[in-house]
């Protein structure tokens, strides 16, 4: 996508300015690229609900900063690559998976976009919390 108008942007001037814009043209989708290739490991976004409520619930902290360590690390491309991590994450549409943490006690619900590397917190409770709330639309 990048290469198929780099000929066309280059304008008719002497030969000389032809070849420095096709090389910084060239140098310019080049970092493109290898940028795209390297971004696949996971991003938390708005951890701080994660923090605040490590803060309140102490006994999930534990638990929960593993989940965090283990995901920041993931370089998950799939639905099928997230469930052989955590086979007991259930995938509820809409993008949204709900993680266990801590033996089921607690539930996490996240919104995964697998070609962003994004994973972007909607709701953390307790098991009873989670059953009050409607997880599709949170």
């Known amino acids: 996508m990048c290469f198929k108008n780099l000929r066309t942007k280059i304008e008719n001037n002497d030969e000389e300015q032809k070849r420095k814009k096709l090389k910084i043209n060239f140098a310019i989708c ?3 690229f290898i940028f795209e290739a390297k971004s696949t490991i996971m991003k938390i976004w708005d ?3 994660l923090d605040k409520y490590i803060t309140k619930h102490y006994d999930a902290s534990t638990a929960l900063q593993r989940w965090i360590d283990f995901v920041e690390e993931a370089e998950w ?3 099928n690559e997230l469930k052989s991590d955590f ?3 259930d995938y509820i549409g809409n993008n949204r998976y709900v993680f266990n943490i801590r033996g089921n006690n607690y539930r996490l619900v996240t919104v995964v976009v697998f070609i962003g590397g994004i994973l972007k917190i909607r709701f953390i409770g307790t098991h009873a919390e989670y059953d009050k709330i409607n997880c599709r639309s949170i």
Do not use: G
């Open 30 to 32: 080049e970092v493109y």
């Open 47 to 49: 951890k701080e609900l």
């Open 77 to 79: 491309k799939s639905h």
């Open 87 to 89: 086979p007991s994450a």
